[in-house]
Structure formats: C-alpha cells, structure tokens
C-alpha cells in the first residue's frame, strides 16, 4: 500500500477478498466489505446473516454486523471515521459494482478513491507451491471426467447430456462446481467461441469442442479438447493439426524474461502462415486463478514479462462460420526454464 | 427512457443486457456493451469473438466489431459521437464493473452518466406469461431432482455428493446449470445462512438444509427443504414447526397491493413470538428471476407495493450457532387474488 501510495485498502466479495483474507462468497447486492488499513487493524463490516461464516473461515478477527433494515452507513461511516479513513487514499478492486462504489462515495465523500487493477492483480499473479497445488487438483479433476465422458460420446447425445456427465464427474470427485459455463458446441456451433451448450444431438461425423474447468480450493482449472465423432473429413483434420502445431509452438515459447505478447505472436503466426489468421479470433490465452480470466493476458501488446509461478492458459483456435472450429487449451505453470502443462491429456484429435 | 430523462441506455454483459437485447453472456473483461438511444439505432460493439453469437442471439443487428490489439476506445468515441451521446444523458446500471464505468468516463468525459438501479430492476419485476413458464420450467427441473435424491440421502454420504447428485439430476433433464451455488449444509453446518457444501459427511441425527436451483432459459429457481436423517430431537422438530407456520403465514399474507416490507413482518412476527427473533438472521425473501437476486427484496422497509407477476422467495430460516439451523423456502407468484408457489413439494419435515 506504501508502494502504491494508499492508506488502505477497500474490498467487496471477490478472488481479491478470499486471496487476503479467506472469506468467500459470490458478490452480493448487500453491502458486505472488508477495510485493510495501515493506519488500523483490519476489518470486516458484514450483515448479520454472514457473521458467522466471516468468523468462522477468516484470520481477521474484527468483524463488525450490520442487521437488515438497520443504518448500515451510518455504521460504515463510523468505522472509516475510527480508523481515520473519511479523508484518506484508499484502494478499491476495478470490478466493484458501481453500486458500491456510489455507497463509498456517499459515505465518505472527502475520500480519494485509486483503483487497484493492477495492485492485486499483480499479486496474484505469481503462485505459490499451494496454490498450484490447488489448481493441479483442479485441473486433474477436470482430466478426469474428460477421460471419463469422452468415451462415451456418441451420436444422438445432446450437448447439454455430455456437460452434465463431466460435472458430475468432476462435483462428485469434491470439485466445488465449474470454473465457468461448461462448453459443449457440437457441428456448426464450434465455430462459436463462447457458445456454451444446448439440445442439439451430436451426429456422426461432427466435430464437438469440449471446453471444461472445475473449481478446486476456490482455484480455477480450464481446458479444452476438439473431438471427432466418426469419421473427420480431411480439412477437420488439416484444421485440427494447424490449431495442434500453433499450440505447441506456444507452449515451447514459453520462459521466464519472454513478453506475454511473443507467445500470442508465436501462435497467430502459425495459425496466419497457414491461410487461417483471420479465423483466429481471440488471444492466445489468460491468467488463469481464483478468477477464470485474471492477469496475464496473453495479449498482443502487452508487454509484461513472464516470470515463474505464472499460470495461464494457450488456447489457440480456428473458427470457420457455418463450419465448425477447433480449440486446444491447456493451462500451463511458467517454471524456472519452461512452462509445465497442469493437465496431460493428449491433444492429438481424438476420434470416437 | 423518457421518463427518466435519459437520452440512452449503456449496458454491458448482465441480466439486463439479456433482457431487452437477447444476447447473453457473463461480465467480461474486455468491453462489450450495448446502447439503446433514443437518437438512433440500437447498437452492439463487441470483441470479434463474440460477433457470430451477438447476430445469432440478438434482435439487434447492428454490431460493430473491435478486434484485439486495435484501439477499441477510438471506436468506441467514434460511435458515441455518431449518436451524438459524447455529452449526452446515459443510463447505466449499478452492477456495472468500476473498470467498464471508467472506460466510459474516458471516452466520454462530457456525458452525465445516471445510475439506472430502478429504470431496468422495476421493468424486469414483473413478469410477463412467457418468463413465468420458464421460471414453472426451472423450478420444476429443481423439484424432480429434490424428489429424486432425497431418497438416496444416507449416513456418510459427503455434502458435495449429494450436491453433485442434484445438479446431475436437473443438468441432464436440460438446466443450463445451477442459479447459484448449491447449498448442501449438514448437522452444525446448517446454521450458516450462506455455507456452501464441503466433505463432511452426513451422520444419523442430523438436519440437512438443501438450498438449490436450476437455470433454464437463463431463469433461475431458488428451493429449500430441511430434512432429518434418522431421527430428529423434539428441538429439532420444534424449530422446523415454527419456520414452517412462518413460511406459511407469509405465504398467506401475499398479495397485489401489500407492501414487501408487510410480508417481512409476518414471518418475523411469527419467529420472534417463539422467542426466536434473534436467530433469524435475514429478510424473508428476494425477488428471482434472470438474477438469482433481484427486485423486490421482501424486507424491513421496503414500501413497495406488490403487484401480479412479480416473482420472489419466502425463506424464512432459524439458524442456532454451534446447534444446526432450519430454513423453508419456495419462490411464488402473485396473481389477482394472493401468490401461487412455483414449486408443490411438501414443505413437512422429511424424515429419511
């Protein structure tokens, strides 16, 4: 905070209030915060109906609870008033809901409010041994139920059918749930990047992208297969082993001191070398950790350099309207003198 | 848009988002935002890899596309400006993410940005034939997986399998997924409000309070039952009977013209005459709907009136520290004449 010139720190529920302080929950429209200060002890300010859990899974023992139909300003007022916060710099996360944001300001209107993008992020973009622990959990969860279900696609299956066996798997293995909307796009809908999954049946001869992560320790696993029901024609195959080669060379690219930009170009210049760079519609990957998507973008542009500890996903991908499109996605920890790939399911195409 | 003195509606990926354009995806990093302008066309810009599916699922065919690495915000100022909204009156909505509200505010430092918390929440309130049949089709979904599951429950079966067994259930008949996440809280456990699931496994003598729902057509159900495996305590049965007649009060109490808060008083008055008051440690219900939390909040204070086609949740609960808790919840409708629960699964202490 010194860094960064704060006096505190202002937060709602999100991965950056578990990453600190241990307490999670979804974000909620009720007012539920946490106030690290260098001027105080830090903080909870909670809802009665929260009290409890807060206790119960945080180190901080300063839990102060507003009741329903009470005056929480008034309260929220007093506590920044205490720790002597009404006209100071405090930091808060860039994915507060406006909503809260608009309480901070009626509350403390002297305050001068700095965004932490970058504060926390950063911090959270270095694991450490136990988090990688948890996301190697995550990520053979997710493994698992893929070796599980796969070979039990067949046609007449619904899409929605597959997603609900592989969270099963996952959940009954002690997954919290997914990651994300579990992706299912058989056919034509693969060539829908973020389609998730609906009741079209898988036919013979379709090409289905299975884009899966399960949530473990609160830490996120993302990974994804292209599978061929049948027989693929040859461009599914030719598709397939252009998106497999860019994949690779992505991940042989990375190392601590390269710049996140050098893996996506590693991997758009594959993909464009081959006549197919205008169907590569995405980055070539995300931070991936307590949140799906989080620093570091595998970006063009964006210069930050690789270090180890880092966990981020190479998901190059084709996507051929009306056609259909392919996606291989690992995560990867950056080491010492590489990466390691969390999962180790083989990406060749799978025909089943 | 009129009536609020707005000249147009901004909005990024959220409930809202789906409701007046179709296209549905969750919160996003990177910008994609609709506006809808009384001085022009609808408008989508969106990121490349979201374009196939903003034309599939959007009325709105008007969609520019930014690619990644190019300056979205040039676009961005090039399209508010050929609305004429660089310094017009925008509507925003109050869960937007801080970082979108500062693109916004860099783009446009001349616009007067107002906080559409009530514009969008009240239209959404009530709901339409179409949106309670989804809403009857999710709560169903729910219900049959209650009803197939609970048999199952047993000693030593862990949280999270039973979790896993109910969401299977309700995926694999075509949910979309969970509206929230799954609460499977057993023994001691069942006095926190918001627990999740975790690995402990149930033993005999113990209430579980099992609150799930299912998503369909992005419409959530919110469903909670408390049961007793083996054999439940005179206290145990006690505390259930009085949340039981709480809940049935309260559901008795709705109808059109009622204030939210009247209903809040019922269930509450009911509690604390058995001398309970302290434990119940939440308002009685919440809207539902394509958020899992919504207008209106049945709660101390909330002077609205209630009208027909509003949707939320009775759910009393007492929660004994240490002890377990009990907590009844089923979403209702109201109609002409008084509310219709979405769900008919026996509210009776279940005794497995």
């Not at 409890?52 to 506590?79: A, P």
């Not at 034509?188 to 049946?201: E, I, Q, T």
């Not at 991936?288 to 880092?310: A, C, F, R, T, W």
Request: with cysteine; proline share 5%.
């Amino acid at each position: 905070m010194k860094e960064q010139d704060v006096d505190a720190l202002c937060l709602f529920p999100s991965a950056d209030m578990y990453y600190l302080t241990g307490f999670w929950t979804d974000p909620l429209e009720r007012p539920l915060l946490c106030i690290l200060s260098r001027l105080g002890e830090p903080l909870f300010i909670v809802p009665k109906l929260y009290e409890e859990q807060v206790r119960k899974t945080s180190w901080i023992k300063n839990v102060r609870v507003w009741t329903e139909g009470s005056k929480m300003t008034t309260q929220l007022k007093e506590s920044l008033e205490d720790y002597r916060l009404l006209d100071a710099d405090i930091a808060i996360p860039d994915r507060l809901w406006l909503r809260h944001y608009r309480l901070l300001l009626e509350v403390a209107p002297k305050a001068r409010f700095k965004f932490t993008s970058e504060l926390l992020g950063r911090m959270r973009m270095i694991k450490s041994q136990q988090e990688i622990e948890l996301m190697m959990k995550a990520a053979n969860l997710t493994e698992e139920a893929l070796e599980a279900v796969i070979p039990e696609c067949r046609e007449g299956m619904k899409e929605f059918e597959l997603a609900a066996r592989l969270e099963y798997e996952m959940r009954s293995k002690g997954a919290e749930g997914t990651a994300f909307e579990t992706i299912i796009a058989s056919g034509p809908n693969s060539s829908l990047p973020h389609y998730s999954s609906g009741d079209r049946k898988i036919i013979y001869d379709d090409l289905v992208t299975i884009d899966v992560g399960a949530r473990f320790g609160r830490y996120c696993s993302d990974f994804t297969r292209t599978v061929a029901i049948g027989k693929p024609n040859s461009k599914m195959k030719q598709i397939h082993s252009i998106v497999l080669k860019a994949q690779k060379e992505a991940l042989n690219a990375v190392r601590p001191n390269v710049t996140a930009e050098a893996i996506d170009i590693v991997a758009k210049r594959i993909i464009k070398e081959e006549g197919y760079g205008e169907y590569f519609l995405h980055r070539t990957g995300h931070g991936v950790g307590l949140d799906i998507h989080e620093l570091p973008y595998i970006s063009e542009g964006n210069q930050i350099k690789l270090e180890p500890g880092m966990t981020f996903s190479i998901e190059p991908g084709i996507y051929l309207p009306g056609e259909f499109g392919v996606r291989i996605e690992d995560v990867v920890v950056v080491t010492e003198d590489g990466c390691r790939p969390l999962t180790k399911y083989p990406a060749d195409l799978d025909v089943i």
